[in-house]
């Protein structure tokens, strides 16, 4: 059941608005149905009492005689009357509350408690009750409501139908047959129309206005992608509720915040670096001086190793902050290039891609860092083999090595700033423990991710995956 319920916040109000007014729509055409059943009731129940009254009263003023002629001339293919010695109608309680309401109204008619014997039959069935056994007059008004009853089973006439007999004063009996209009079922198709219609009312102005309501979520969503990828991605537009327009400013202040605390940070490097160049270049003069060469050189080392790791820095703080422009590139050409450029060094590389994958990146970002995790995997690895792939929506890079590969309880640092795994600090052996977080970076800042793992026969694996 939780399967079929949406998990969309549009499907779920559509749904929930769909099933609510559904059900108060049917509830209310139930409610007006049963209101309307009873109105049509009583108004057709007291036309026809007023009928039967009449006929009754002028039945008991007319002579014995002449009342056969009477009743002849009364008679209606909608309203047969016909006299009889005994009465035809069966005294039950069938009919339910329509039975007893016309009857009702005939004794209220005729007298109230005064009022002759009333015998009222609901014909449920639509057919006239068995009236062979009547001759003359009452066996041809058989007849004739046998053939009025197919005009009503067939929808000309929508009524419910009754066989009324009265007493007169000389206890002889009229009998009638007439009817009320009838409402119909509920389940008409009227009302399943009706249903439909608001059904499908709801349902378009449901998608109308959840549309609306969900809009600023998307552009929310669309725009946490965008500075996911650019910091510096213009702010959201405040326009729309006030709950909108309160949201948005506060997006657009976390965002306006971000490239302070990025600004702020890249300045504070930059300063760092100013200052200790400095004295660097101060202790590069002083041993130039030296006169012992052996500690000459080892000093010379240590301050060309310190200020490889202040360039470092800085790169990786203007990675972090790089504002270079997006374009369409031909990552397979790219790729491509990289791989020449080790072969060209003697390096064992293989490279398996199809022709002419285009991807919008930051291209010299993104050159840097395949150009790094290649380089690890040749330098430590030994070759690397790539592989470019597209995997649904986006893209899957590949580099594999047939190195050592790295122990399991220090992969998860392998992208922490300055975390080697060569245990010597020299920048000779090493590095500074920066490629791999100035790769992770520019991933990142492409909405991508990356990931290193150790293959099951040997080797390292990275995998790069990037939104397209």
């Known amino acids: 059941m939780r399967n079929l319920f949406p998990r969309s916040l549009a499907g779920q109000t559509i749904l929930v608005l769909l099933i609510g007014l559904t059900v108060s729509h049917a509830l209310s055409m139930l409610i007006y149905s049963g209101d309307r059943i009873e109105a049509i009731t009583h108004l057709g129940g007291r036309h026809m009492a007023q009928r039967i009254g009449n006929i009754v009263r002028l ?11 009477v009743a002849a001339a009364l008679d209606h293919p909608a309203f ?15 009919g339910g509350f329509r039975a ?19 015998l009222v039959q609901y014909l449920e069935d639509r057919r006239a009750p068995a009236l062979g056994t009547v001759s003359g007059t009452a066996g041809q008004m058989a007849g004739q409501m046998g053939a009025h009853m197919p005009m009503m089973m067939a929808g000309d006439m929508s009524a419910i139908a009754f066989m009324i007999s009265v007493q007169l004063g000389d206890k002889s009996w009229v009998k009638i047959f007439s009817n009320i209009p009838d409402t119909g079922s509920f389940w008409s198709l009227t009302s399943l129309t009706s249903i439909s219609l608001m059904v499908v009312a ?7 206005v959840v549309r609306r309501m969900t809009q600023p979520f998307r552009r929310f969503a669309a725009a946490a992608q965008i500075l996911g990828k650019n910091i510096h991605a213009p702010p959201l537009n405040l326009e729309g509720p006030s709950e909108v327009t309160d949201a948005a400013k506060a997006f657009n202040d976390m965002q306006e915040r971000l490239q302070r605390f990025v600004e702020n940070r890249t300045r504070m490097l930059a300063a760092i670096s100013h200052d200790l160049r400095t004295p660097i270049t101060r202790l590069r003069l002083r041993a130039e001086l030296a006169e012992d060469g052996e500690d000459r050189a080892k000093i010379l080392t240590t301050l060309d190793e310190m200020e490889a790791m202040i360039a470092s820095t800085m790169s990786f703080a203007r990675d972090d902050a790089d504002t270079e422009p997006a374009r369409i590139v031909d990552l397979t050409a790219l790729l491509e290039s990289i791989s020449d450029d080790f072969t060209d060094m003697g390096k064992n590389v293989e490279l398996t891609a199809q022709a002419g994958i285009l991807y919008e990146c930051r291209p010299n970002a993104i050159k840097r860092a395949l150009t790094n995790l290649i380089e690890n995997a040749v330098n430590y690895g030994g070759n690397a083999r790539i592989r470019l792939d597209t995997e649904g929506t986006g893209l899957v890079i590949i580099i594999d090595d047939d190195g050592p590969g790295i122990p399991p309880d220090r992969l998860d640092r392998v992208f922490d ?15 500074i423990g920066l490629g791999l977080s100035v790769v992770q970076t520019i991933i990142n800042a ?9 293959r099951q026969d040997c080797g390292l694996r990275a995998v790069v995956k990037l939104p397209n």
């Open 417 to 431: 700033p300055f975390f080697r795994l060569e245990e010597s600090r020299s920048a000779a052996t090493g590095g």
């Open 446 to 454: 492409h909405g991508g991710e990356i990931s290193i793992i150790n």
């Open 59 to 69: 039945l008991n003023e007319t002579p014995p005689s002449w009342r056969s002629r």
């Open 202 to 208: 709801v349902i378009l102005l449901s998608i109308w």
């Open 100 to 118: 007893a309401l016309v009857r009702n109204f005939i004794e209220q008619e005729l007298g109230g408690k005064s009022a002759p014997a009333v």
């Open 80 to 94: 047969r009357v016909t006299l009889s010695r005994e009465s035809q109608v069966l005294p039950t309680g069938e």
